[in-house]
Structures are given as C-alpha cells and as structure tokens.
C-alpha cells in the first residue's frame, strides 16, 4: 500500500541522503532511508536471536566439508560436464 502524504524537508539533509542513497527526489530517497532503517533493525535483532548452539557444537561445522570421496566424485562430475560441452 502507498501513501500519500506532505513532509517538511531539510534540503541540504535530503541532498545528502540522495548522494548517500545513490537515489534522486524525495520520494526515492524517503523510500530508500526508510527501507535501510527497516533492514537495519532486522539485522540487529539477529544478534539478539537464540539458536541453542555452543561453541563446541559449532566445532564440527568448522571441519572441511569435502571429504576425498565427495572431492573425487567432484572431480568426475566436473570431468564430465567438460566432455559433455565439447
């Protein structure tokens, strides 16, 4: 839903926001400021969200994900992708 609506402007904060924002007007840049604020937040609710995991539990994660088999069955997919494009 879009509103319309009348705002009262500094212009040289609007001329800044507009180079900050890469946007031009004020409808661009009100949008785009307020879409940064709206992100923003969200990203720093994140540092506040619980996921139960522990250091420790984390240490697997942290191990090489490919192990010789998935690298050699890797190796061969991509072996064979090559023969199938020429």
């Known amino acids: 839903m879009i509103k319309h609506t009348s705002l009262y402007l500094d212009e040289e904060l609007l001329r800044e926001a507009e180079e900050i924002l890469g946007t031009t007007g004020p ?11 709206v992100r923003r937040a969200h990203l720093k609710s994140l540092t506040t969200w619980e996921i139960g995991l522990t250091l420790d539990d984390l240490e697997p994660l942290r191990s090489p994900r490919l192990t010789l088999v998935a690298a050699d069955a890797l190796a061969r997919s991509r072996s064979t992708r090559a023969t199938l494009w020429l």
Do not use: C, N, Q, Y
């Open 27 to 37: 409808t661009g840049t009100v949008k785009a400021a307020l879409e940064d604020v």
